[in-house]
Nanobody, 110 residues
Framework: VQLQASGGGLVQAGGSLRLSCAAS????????MGWYRQAPGKQRDMVAV???????VYADSVKGRFTASRDNAKNTIYLQMNSLVPEDTAVYYC?????WGQGTLVTVSS
């Protein structure tokens, strides 16, 4: 499945953004879909994983601030990011099985 992430941008600390990841095909049978991020010079890390049933797992650094959701009817997953901090600056990628989106850049200014 091809994935298209969008919604990134420049935001001030304390602000919010909502990322979307649209899949080219049905995601109903894809149990685990996730959001990952990669800051400059760092490895790609898991941010959130959401199951087909809506269960979620979050990285400790985003718990309580980020919320992952999915709409199987629209073949789309989302990442609502609140209370953003400069350390959240990264390219955010969505993932399904072995497929990755192209990434969307989130920049949080202090």
């Amino acid at each position: 499945v091809q994935l298209q992430a969008s919604g990134g941008g420049l935001v001030q600390a304390g602000g919010s953004l909502r990322l979307s990841c649209a899949a080219s095909g049905s995601i109903a049978d894809i149990n685990f879909m996730g959001w990952y991020r990669q800051a400059p010079g760092k490895q790609r890390d898991m941010v959130a994983v959401i199951t087909s049933g809506g269960r979620t797992v979050y990285a400790d650094s985003v718990k309580g601030r980020f919320t992952a959701s999915r709409d199987n009817a629209k073949n789309t997953i989302y990442l609502q990011m609140n209370s953003l901090v400069p350390e959240d600056t990264a390219v955010y990628y969505c993932n399904a099985r072995d497929d990755w989106g192209q990434g969307t850049l989130v920049t949080v200014s202090s």
